[in-house]
Protein backbone atom coordinates (compact mmCIF):
# COMPACT_ATOMS: atom_id res chain seq x y z
CA UNK A 1 0.00 0.00 0.00
CA UNK A 2 1.12 3.45 -0.71
CA UNK A 3 1.38 3.91 3.25
CA UNK A 4 2.75 6.71 5.51
CA UNK A 5 5.50 3.79 6.63
CA UNK A 6 7.04 4.15 2.65
CA UNK A 7 9.48 6.83 3.70
CA UNK A 8 12.48 6.93 1.30
CA UNK A 9 12.77 10.51 -0.42
CA UNK A 10 10.17 11.88 1.64
CA UNK A 11 11.28 16.10 3.15
CA UNK A 12 10.34 17.76 6.12
CA UNK A 13 11.28 15.55 9.01
CA UNK A 14 13.84 17.88 10.10
CA UNK A 15 17.22 17.00 11.23
CA UNK A 16 18.32 13.03 12.88
CA UNK A 17 17.82 12.97 16.60
CA UNK A 18 20.61 11.16 18.31
CA UNK A 19 20.71 10.24 22.01
CA UNK A 20 23.64 9.80 23.73
CA UNK A 21 24.57 6.45 25.39
CA UNK A 22 21.23 5.27 24.22
CA UNK A 23 19.65 2.44 26.37
CA UNK A 24 18.38 -0.29 24.84
CA UNK A 25 15.00 -0.18 26.07
CA UNK A 26 13.93 3.80 27.43
CA UNK A 27 11.06 1.88 29.74
CA UNK A 28 10.13 -1.24 31.40
CA UNK A 29 7.05 -1.76 29.26
CA UNK A 30 8.95 -1.67 25.65
CA UNK A 31 11.29 -4.31 27.29
CA UNK A 32 8.61 -6.29 28.37
CA UNK A 33 6.90 -5.61 24.73
CA UNK A 34 9.32 -6.58 22.88
CA UNK A 35 9.51 -10.13 25.47
CA UNK A 36 5.96 -10.72 24.97
CA UNK A 37 6.58 -10.36 20.61
CA UNK A 38 9.02 -12.95 20.60
CA UNK A 39 7.92 -15.67 22.86
CA UNK A 40 4.81 -17.88 21.87
CA UNK A 41 2.11 -14.84 20.92
CA UNK A 42 4.99 -14.80 17.60
CA UNK A 43 3.06 -17.87 16.48
CA UNK A 44 -0.09 -15.70 15.62
CA UNK A 45 1.89 -13.77 12.97
CA UNK A 46 4.81 -14.48 10.84
CA UNK A 47 6.93 -11.66 9.64
CA UNK A 48 5.48 -9.94 6.92
CA UNK A 49 1.93 -10.04 8.99
CA UNK A 50 3.77 -8.55 11.58
CA UNK A 51 4.72 -4.98 9.31
CA UNK A 52 1.39 -5.38 7.57
CA UNK A 53 -0.38 -4.63 10.55
CA UNK A 54 2.00 -1.95 11.70
CA UNK A 55 1.46 -0.03 8.00
CA UNK A 56 -2.41 -0.48 8.53
CA UNK A 57 -2.32 1.97 11.47
CA UNK A 58 -3.96 5.59 10.46
CA UNK A 59 -0.95 7.88 9.35
CA UNK A 60 -0.95 10.57 12.06
CA UNK A 61 -0.71 7.87 14.63
CA UNK A 62 2.08 5.78 12.75
CA UNK A 63 4.51 9.05 12.91
CA UNK A 64 3.10 10.23 16.07
CA UNK A 65 3.86 6.74 17.89
CA UNK A 66 6.68 5.80 19.55
CA UNK A 67 8.62 2.80 18.09
CA UNK A 68 7.34 0.17 20.40
CA UNK A 69 3.77 1.57 20.37
CA UNK A 70 3.55 0.68 16.92
CA UNK A 71 4.40 -3.49 17.74
CA UNK A 72 1.83 -3.16 20.87
CA UNK A 73 -0.67 -2.17 18.02
CA UNK A 74 0.60 -4.79 16.28
CA UNK A 75 0.11 -7.55 19.47
CA UNK A 76 -3.44 -6.10 20.28
CA UNK A 77 -4.42 -6.97 16.99
CA UNK A 78 -3.72 -10.20 16.24
CA UNK A 79 -4.18 -10.74 19.83
CA UNK A 80 -8.04 -9.83 19.30
CA UNK A 81 -8.32 -10.58 16.00
CA UNK A 82 -7.04 -14.99 17.23
CA UNK A 83 -9.53 -14.44 19.87
CA UNK A 84 -6.35 -14.98 21.93
CA UNK A 85 -8.15 -12.55 24.63
CA UNK A 86 -11.16 -10.84 25.17
CA UNK A 87 -11.69 -6.57 24.62
CA UNK A 88 -13.45 -6.74 27.77
CA UNK A 89 -10.52 -8.64 29.66
CA UNK A 90 -8.22 -6.35 28.00
CA UNK A 91 -10.03 -2.86 28.57
CA UNK A 92 -10.64 -4.10 32.08
CA UNK A 93 -7.05 -5.45 33.35
CA UNK A 94 -5.57 -2.33 31.60
CA UNK A 95 -7.72 -0.41 33.84
CA UNK A 96 -6.41 -1.98 36.52
CA UNK A 97 -2.83 -1.70 36.39
CA UNK A 98 -3.79 2.13 35.25
CA UNK A 99 -5.27 2.25 38.74
CA UNK A 100 -2.42 0.14 40.24
CA UNK A 101 0.86 -0.14 38.54
CA UNK A 102 2.15 -2.56 41.16
CA UNK A 103 -0.73 -4.68 41.09
CA UNK A 104 1.05 -8.14 41.40
CA UNK A 105 1.47 -10.28 38.05
CA UNK A 106 1.49 -13.94 37.88
CA UNK A 107 4.73 -15.75 37.69
CA UNK A 108 4.90 -18.56 35.72
CA UNK A 109 7.96 -20.65 35.22
CA UNK A 110 8.25 -22.51 31.82
CA UNK A 111 11.33 -24.03 31.18
CA UNK A 112 9.65 -25.42 27.64
CA UNK A 113 8.18 -21.99 26.64
CA UNK A 114 11.46 -20.44 27.51
CA UNK A 115 13.40 -22.64 25.44
CA UNK A 116 11.13 -22.40 22.45
CA UNK A 117 11.88 -18.37 22.55
CA UNK A 118 15.96 -18.80 23.04
CA UNK A 119 16.12 -21.02 20.00
CA UNK A 120 14.39 -18.52 18.11
CA UNK A 121 16.42 -16.02 19.43
CA UNK A 122 19.63 -18.11 18.51
CA UNK A 123 18.69 -19.82 15.20
CA UNK A 124 16.20 -17.46 13.80
CA UNK A 125 13.05 -18.24 11.53
CA UNK A 126 14.68 -17.60 7.62
CA UNK A 127 12.18 -16.99 5.15
CA UNK A 128 14.58 -18.29 2.29
CA UNK A 129 12.69 -21.08 0.52
CA UNK A 130 14.18 -23.45 -2.36
CA UNK A 131 12.47 -22.97 -5.49
CA UNK A 132 13.03 -24.78 -8.56
CA UNK A 133 12.07 -22.67 -11.25
CA UNK A 134 15.34 -20.89 -13.26
CA UNK A 135 15.67 -17.22 -12.40
CA UNK A 136 14.78 -15.12 -15.00
CA UNK A 137 17.21 -12.44 -14.16
CA UNK A 138 21.57 -12.54 -13.78
CA UNK A 139 23.86 -10.56 -12.68
CA UNK A 140 24.89 -7.76 -15.01
CA UNK A 141 21.40 -7.41 -16.37
CA UNK A 142 19.82 -4.29 -16.55
CA UNK A 143 15.82 -4.03 -15.39
CA UNK A 144 12.78 -1.74 -14.40
CA UNK A 145 11.25 -1.56 -10.87
CA UNK A 146 7.75 -2.12 -12.16
CA UNK A 147 5.32 0.79 -11.92
CA UNK A 148 2.52 -0.85 -9.56
CA UNK A 149 0.87 0.40 -6.58
CA UNK A 150 -0.65 -2.31 -4.68
CA UNK A 151 -3.51 -1.81 -2.01
CA UNK A 152 -1.94 -4.66 0.06
CA UNK A 153 1.41 -4.69 1.76
CA UNK A 154 4.41 -4.88 -0.69
CA UNK A 155 8.11 -4.46 -0.01
CA UNK A 156 8.39 -2.68 -3.54
CA UNK A 157 9.06 0.81 -2.61
CA UNK A 158 7.68 3.66 -4.24
CA UNK A 159 10.75 5.94 -4.85
CA UNK A 160 12.00 2.86 -7.32
CA UNK A 161 8.90 2.31 -9.29
CA UNK A 162 9.58 2.93 -12.36
CA UNK A 163 13.17 3.27 -12.61
CA UNK A 164 15.95 1.21 -14.16
CA UNK A 165 18.95 0.21 -12.44
CA UNK A 166 21.16 -3.16 -12.49
CA UNK A 167 20.92 -6.68 -10.73
CA UNK A 168 24.13 -6.55 -8.39
CA UNK A 169 23.78 -9.64 -6.49
CA UNK A 170 21.13 -12.58 -6.75
CA UNK A 171 20.21 -13.32 -3.39
CA UNK A 172 18.26 -16.90 -3.51
CA UNK A 173 15.06 -17.34 -3.22
CA UNK A 174 12.47 -16.00 -0.57
CA UNK A 175 8.63 -16.27 0.61
CA UNK A 176 6.72 -13.43 -1.16
CA UNK A 177 5.51 -10.54 1.53
CA UNK A 178 2.93 -9.55 -0.86
CA UNK A 179 0.96 -12.78 -0.69
CA UNK A 180 2.52 -13.91 2.68
CA UNK A 181 1.10 -10.90 4.67
CA UNK A 182 -2.38 -11.93 3.80
CA UNK A 183 -2.50 -15.27 4.14
CA UNK A 184 -2.79 -15.70 0.60
CA UNK A 185 0.60 -18.37 0.91
CA UNK A 186 4.52 -18.09 0.55
CA UNK A 187 5.17 -17.92 -2.98
CA UNK A 188 8.70 -17.53 -2.60
CA UNK A 189 10.95 -15.86 -5.43
CA UNK A 190 13.71 -15.20 -6.45
CA UNK A 191 15.61 -12.00 -4.39
CA UNK A 192 18.34 -9.66 -6.40
CA UNK A 193 19.92 -6.81 -5.07
CA UNK A 194 19.41 -4.10 -7.74
CA UNK A 195 21.43 -0.90 -7.70
CA UNK A 196 20.41 2.27 -8.95
CA UNK A 197 21.82 5.53 -9.77
CA UNK A 198 20.56 8.56 -7.27
CA UNK A 199 20.25 10.42 -10.85
CA UNK A 200 17.45 7.75 -12.27
CA UNK A 201 15.87 8.08 -9.28
CA UNK A 202 15.59 11.72 -7.91
CA UNK A 203 16.61 13.13 -10.76
CA UNK A 204 20.13 15.56 -12.37
CA UNK A 205 19.64 17.53 -8.92
CA UNK A 206 20.99 14.26 -6.99
CA UNK A 207 25.07 14.60 -5.75
CA UNK A 208 27.23 12.92 -8.04
CA UNK A 209 28.23 9.27 -6.90
CA UNK A 210 25.68 8.29 -4.87
CA UNK A 211 23.80 5.00 -5.52
CA UNK A 212 20.91 2.98 -3.79
CA UNK A 213 20.59 -0.75 -3.74
CA UNK A 214 17.47 -2.14 -3.26
CA UNK A 215 16.55 -6.11 -2.44
CA UNK A 216 13.34 -6.50 -5.49
CA UNK A 217 11.61 -10.13 -5.54
CA UNK A 218 11.38 -11.05 -8.94
CA UNK A 219 7.96 -10.01 -10.19
CA UNK A 220 8.60 -6.82 -8.98
CA UNK A 221 10.75 -6.84 -12.04
CA UNK A 222 10.26 -6.01 -15.60
CA UNK A 223 12.96 -6.04 -18.91
CA UNK A 224 13.38 -2.27 -19.36
CA UNK B 1 8.06 23.32 9.40
CA UNK B 2 8.34 22.25 12.88
CA UNK B 3 9.94 18.71 13.07
CA UNK B 4 7.98 17.47 16.03
CA UNK B 5 7.05 14.17 14.51
CA UNK B 6 8.56 10.70 14.48
CA UNK B 7 9.22 8.23 17.24
CA UNK B 8 11.60 9.96 19.79
CA UNK B 9 10.89 9.30 23.24
CA UNK B 10 11.16 12.97 24.29
CA UNK B 11 8.60 14.38 21.38
CA UNK B 12 5.66 16.39 22.24
CA UNK B 13 2.57 14.40 19.90
CA UNK B 14 1.88 11.71 21.63
CA UNK B 15 -1.34 10.06 21.16
CA UNK B 16 -0.74 8.15 24.43
CA UNK B 17 0.49 8.57 27.57
CA UNK B 18 3.38 6.66 28.79
CA UNK B 19 1.01 5.62 31.76
CA UNK B 20 -1.39 4.48 29.30
CA UNK B 21 0.88 2.57 27.59
CA UNK B 22 2.60 0.98 31.20
CA UNK B 23 -0.73 -0.42 31.91
CA UNK B 24 -1.49 -1.63 28.50
CA UNK B 25 1.42 -4.08 28.14
CA UNK B 26 1.18 -4.93 31.33
CA UNK B 27 -2.36 -6.04 31.12
CA UNK B 28 -1.05 -8.04 27.87
CA UNK B 29 1.47 -9.45 30.31
CA UNK B 30 -0.98 -10.62 32.22
CA UNK B 31 -3.36 -12.27 30.44
CA UNK B 32 -0.73 -14.33 28.14
CA UNK B 33 1.25 -15.46 31.66
CA UNK B 34 -2.56 -16.63 33.06
CA UNK B 35 -3.04 -18.31 29.46
CA UNK B 36 0.44 -20.03 29.63
CA UNK B 37 1.01 -18.24 26.32
CA UNK B 38 4.39 -16.37 27.69
CA UNK B 39 6.91 -17.67 31.02
CA UNK B 40 8.51 -14.67 33.39
CA UNK B 41 11.55 -16.89 32.74
CA UNK B 42 11.04 -16.28 28.67
CA UNK B 43 10.76 -12.60 29.21
CA UNK B 44 13.41 -12.15 31.84
CA UNK B 45 15.92 -13.99 29.46
CA UNK B 46 14.90 -12.41 26.59
CA UNK B 47 15.35 -8.80 27.39
CA UNK B 48 18.64 -9.52 29.54
CA UNK B 49 20.00 -11.09 26.20
CA UNK B 50 19.83 -7.93 24.66
CA UNK B 51 20.48 -6.19 27.07
CA UNK B 52 23.68 -7.32 28.04
CA UNK B 53 24.76 -9.96 25.32
CA UNK B 54 23.82 -9.15 22.02
CA UNK B 55 24.50 -5.81 20.42
CA UNK B 56 27.68 -4.35 18.67
CA UNK B 57 30.39 -5.62 20.57
CA UNK B 58 29.54 -8.74 18.15
CA UNK B 59 29.68 -6.95 15.11
CA UNK B 60 32.65 -5.16 16.28
CA UNK B 61 34.34 -8.91 17.06
CA UNK B 62 33.51 -10.15 13.51
CA UNK B 63 35.56 -6.53 11.67
CA UNK B 64 38.10 -7.01 13.89
CA UNK B 65 38.95 -10.79 13.10
CA UNK B 66 38.51 -9.68 8.92
CA UNK B 67 40.60 -6.99 9.58
CA UNK B 68 43.39 -9.48 11.09
CA UNK B 69 42.58 -12.79 9.39
CA UNK B 70 42.39 -11.77 5.34
CA UNK B 71 41.23 -15.47 4.73
CA UNK B 72 38.33 -14.75 7.13
CA UNK B 73 37.03 -11.44 5.16
CA UNK B 74 36.91 -13.53 2.02
CA UNK B 75 34.58 -15.90 4.02
CA UNK B 76 33.05 -12.99 5.86
CA UNK B 77 32.64 -10.80 2.20
CA UNK B 78 31.26 -13.96 0.56
CA UNK B 79 28.96 -16.04 3.08
CA UNK B 80 28.37 -13.16 6.14
CA UNK B 81 25.57 -15.41 7.51
CA UNK B 82 28.69 -18.93 7.59
CA UNK B 83 31.00 -16.32 8.72
CA UNK B 84 29.70 -14.90 11.46
CA UNK B 85 28.28 -18.40 12.61
CA UNK B 86 31.75 -19.71 12.77
CA UNK B 87 32.33 -17.14 15.52
CA UNK B 88 29.01 -18.68 17.05
CA UNK B 89 26.92 -15.42 16.07
CA UNK B 90 23.72 -15.64 14.53
CA UNK B 91 19.58 -15.94 15.52
CA UNK B 92 16.57 -13.82 15.03
CA UNK B 93 16.95 -10.84 12.07
CA UNK B 94 20.13 -12.15 11.06
CA UNK B 95 19.32 -15.77 9.09
CA UNK B 96 20.86 -14.24 5.78
CA UNK B 97 23.78 -11.58 6.34
CA UNK B 98 25.37 -9.32 3.93
CA UNK B 99 28.50 -7.87 4.68
CA UNK B 100 29.56 -4.60 2.75
CA UNK B 101 33.04 -3.25 2.61
CA UNK B 102 34.14 0.46 2.54
CA UNK B 103 37.52 0.95 0.61
CA UNK B 104 39.17 3.52 -0.71
CA UNK B 105 36.26 4.14 -3.17
CA UNK B 106 33.61 3.16 -1.70
CA UNK B 107 31.75 3.70 1.78
CA UNK B 108 28.57 1.80 2.53
CA UNK B 109 25.66 3.17 4.78
CA UNK B 110 22.39 1.00 5.53
CA UNK B 111 18.84 1.89 6.36
CA UNK B 112 15.13 0.31 6.00
CA UNK B 113 12.96 3.05 4.19
CA UNK B 114 10.04 0.69 4.97
CA UNK B 115 10.56 -0.15 8.67
CA UNK B 116 13.35 -1.21 10.81
CA UNK B 117 15.35 -3.68 9.53
CA UNK B 118 18.66 -4.00 11.25
CA UNK B 119 20.88 -6.96 11.66
CA UNK B 120 20.24 -8.22 15.32
CA UNK B 121 22.58 -10.85 16.15
CA UNK B 122 25.88 -8.12 15.46
CA UNK B 123 24.16 -5.17 16.15
CA UNK B 124 21.71 -5.29 18.84
CA UNK B 125 18.37 -3.94 18.33
CA UNK B 126 18.39 -0.18 16.96
CA UNK B 127 18.89 3.14 18.18
CA UNK B 128 15.97 5.16 18.56
CA UNK B 129 17.15 7.13 15.52
CA UNK B 130 18.04 4.24 13.19
CA UNK B 131 14.24 3.72 13.10
CA UNK B 132 12.62 7.71 13.07
CA UNK B 133 11.43 8.85 10.01
CA UNK B 134 14.44 11.19 10.30
CA UNK B 135 16.50 8.81 9.31
CA UNK B 136 14.31 6.49 7.08
CA UNK B 137 13.50 9.50 5.21
CA UNK B 138 16.69 11.65 4.09
CA UNK B 139 19.10 8.56 3.64
CA UNK B 140 18.10 7.52 0.23
CA UNK B 141 17.84 10.72 -1.41
CA UNK B 142 20.65 12.80 0.06
CA UNK B 143 22.97 10.41 1.61
CA UNK B 144 26.23 12.73 1.37
CA UNK B 145 24.55 15.43 3.12
CA UNK B 146 22.75 13.86 5.53
CA UNK B 147 26.37 11.74 6.96
CA UNK B 148 27.64 15.54 6.76
CA UNK B 149 24.93 17.38 8.75
CA UNK B 150 23.31 14.72 10.49
CA UNK B 151 26.54 12.47 11.43
CA UNK B 152 29.38 14.99 10.69
CA UNK B 153 31.24 12.26 8.65
CA UNK B 154 32.50 14.57 5.18
CA UNK B 155 32.72 11.32 3.22
CA UNK B 156 35.33 12.79 0.18
CA UNK B 157 34.64 12.83 -3.16
CA UNK B 158 36.62 10.10 -4.62
CA UNK B 159 34.39 7.70 -2.67
CA UNK B 160 30.97 6.51 -4.38
CA UNK B 161 28.18 6.48 -1.13
CA UNK B 162 26.44 2.98 -1.88
CA UNK B 163 23.30 3.38 0.31
CA UNK B 164 21.78 -0.28 1.10
CA UNK B 165 18.25 -0.11 1.70
CA UNK B 166 16.81 -3.70 3.76
CA UNK B 167 13.68 -3.84 1.71
CA UNK B 168 13.87 -7.35 2.25
CA UNK B 169 14.79 -10.67 4.64
CA UNK B 170 18.49 -9.44 3.79
CA UNK B 171 20.75 -7.81 6.82
CA UNK B 172 23.49 -5.90 6.07
CA UNK B 173 26.13 -4.91 8.35
CA UNK B 174 29.33 -2.26 6.77
CA UNK B 175 33.00 -3.46 7.13
CA UNK B 176 34.80 -0.26 8.06
CA UNK B 177 38.09 0.66 6.45
CA UNK B 178 40.48 -0.39 9.19
CA UNK B 179 42.29 3.32 10.55
CA UNK B 180 45.98 3.85 9.72
CA UNK B 181 47.78 3.71 12.91
CA UNK B 182 46.25 0.65 14.43
CA UNK B 183 48.61 -1.77 12.42
CA UNK B 184 49.99 -2.54 16.15
CA UNK B 185 46.67 -3.33 17.70
CA UNK B 186 45.94 -6.82 18.78
CA UNK B 187 42.51 -8.01 17.42
CA UNK B 188 40.95 -7.62 20.69
CA UNK B 189 41.98 -3.82 21.13
CA UNK B 190 40.99 -3.49 17.49
CA UNK B 191 36.97 -4.74 18.20
CA UNK B 192 37.13 -2.07 21.15
CA UNK B 193 37.61 0.93 18.39
CA UNK B 194 35.16 -0.71 16.39
CA UNK B 195 32.09 1.59 16.82
CA UNK B 196 28.32 0.63 16.45
CA UNK B 197 28.09 3.49 13.74
CA UNK B 198 30.77 2.63 11.65
CA UNK B 199 28.72 -0.82 11.24
CA UNK B 200 26.07 0.86 9.78
CA UNK B 201 28.28 3.24 8.07
CA UNK B 202 27.27 6.75 9.59
CA UNK B 203 30.91 7.07 11.51
CA UNK B 204 34.14 5.66 11.31
CA UNK B 205 35.86 3.65 14.09
CA UNK B 206 36.98 6.16 16.65
CA UNK B 207 40.88 6.71 17.34
CA UNK B 208 40.91 5.85 20.91
CA UNK B 209 39.65 3.07 22.93
CA UNK B 210 35.84 3.86 24.56
CA UNK B 211 35.50 7.37 23.60
CA UNK B 212 32.21 6.27 21.41
CA UNK B 213 30.85 9.24 20.90
CA UNK B 214 32.14 11.99 18.49
CA UNK B 215 31.50 15.65 19.18
CA UNK B 216 28.43 17.13 17.92
CA UNK B 217 27.39 20.32 17.08
CA UNK B 218 24.44 21.23 19.47
Known sequence: MNGVHDLGGMHGFG????????????????SILFALTHTKPAWLYNGDEFRRAIENMNPADYLAARYYERWLF???????KKNVITKEEYEARARLYKRNPRAPLPRVYDSKCTMEALRLMREGSSTRREVHRQPKFKVGDRVLARNINPTGHTRLPRYVRGKAGTIVKAHGSFVLPDTNAHGKGENPEHVYNVRFDSKEIWGQSAEEKEVVHVDLWESYLQKP | MKSTVGGNQTENLHKHEEADLAARVRALESLLLE???????????????????????LGARVVARAWVDPDYKKRLLKNATAACKELGIGGMEGENMVVVENTPTVHNVVVCTLCSCYPWPVLGLPPNWYKSPQYRSKMVIEPRKALREDFHLEIGREKEVQVWDSSAEIRYLVLPERPKGTEHMTETQLASIITRESMIGVGLPTRKKKSRSRKRKR
Not at chain 2, 35 to 50: F, G, M, N, P, Q
Open chain 1, 15 to 30: PVKIEENEPVFHAEWE
Open chain 1, 74 to 80: MLEHYLL
Open chain 2, 35 to 57: KRLVSTDAIEKLIASYENDIGPM
